[in-house]
């Protein structure tokens, strides 16, 4: 079965600290995909990333960085110089491509929650 | 463009009655997903539907019935409420097949 776990529930910075958000996957699959959502205060869930298996290449998008070590099962998320806007709880979730008719399942891991203080 | 809308956004209802949460996407996404939100559980998958005229069970289906007439359509319905059906509920859409989701913005469904 597939599974996603968020060891961390809570995490607290001050603004302009790096923080590395840790997300660990299982699955049997040789082909899924990895992903990254934001649920800021306001509740609404936003894409941040979505990363193929086949692709281990690391990912830096502006403050944000995305690390995948397959031999590891992992897919961290780093927040450079954090800011009081980042706080937020964001979720790590893993695909299943065996639906009927195609399309992926996310599994979710239960979410880490960033806070960031001035 | 208004992507993926959800209503009623906040819903307040008594055990036993029958509630329909309604999604609409403008996308023609192929794919659509209700999901619920609960502390500690993170999101999990109610039904999710390839199509129009296909859906299928997720990982809680219990106590909840879908259709999906139209693509841009995918209401949720609660045939009697319970109050472990307490929660956020999320819709969300996918152009494909693992393609990324896009979540609408949740409704907070509370039964007394």
């Not at chain 1, 529930?9 to 790096?18: G, H």
């Not at chain 1, 065996?98 to 960033?114: H, P, V, Y």
């Not at chain 2, 209700?34 to 289906?61: F, M, N």
Request: hydrophobic share 30%; with cysteine; glycine share 6%.
């Amino acid at each position: 079965a597939q599974k996603v776990t968020q060891a961390q529930t809570e995490i607290s910075v001050v603004e302009k600290e790096d923080v590395t958000l840790d997300c660990v996957y299982e699955t049997r699959d040789t082909t899924y995909y990895l992903f990254w959502y934001k649920q800021p205060p306001s509740g609404e869930l936003v894409f941040l990333i979505r990363r193929n298996s086949f692709d281990e290449q690391n990912e830096i998008s502006g403050r944000y960085s995305w690390n995948f070590q397959k031999s590891t099962s992992s897919f961290n998320f780093t927040i450079t110089a954090s800011q009081v806007v980042d706080s937020a709880v964001y979720f790590c979730a893993l695909s299943d491509l065996r639906l009927t008719g195609g399309g992926n399942k996310l599994t979710f891991g239960t979410g880490t929650q960033l806070k960031v203080e001035l | 463009d208004a992507g993926i809308t959800q209503s009623p956004r906040y819903k307040i209802t008594e055990t036993g009655r029958q509630v329909t949460l309604m999604c609409h996407q403008t996308w023609s996404h192929s794919y659509m997903f209700w999901y619920r939100q609960d502390l500690g559980h993170g999101l999990r998958l109610i039904y999710y539907s390839a199509a129009a005229d296909i859906t299928d069970k997720g990982e809680v289906p219990d106590g909840y019935v879908v259709s999906r007439s139209k693509t841009e359509n995918f209401p949720l319905t609660l045939e009697s409420a319970t109050r472990s059906q307490t929660s956020v509920y999320f819709c969300a859409s996918s152009e494909g097949d693992s393609y990324e989701q896009y979540f609408g913005p949740g409704t907070r469904l509370t039964v007394t």
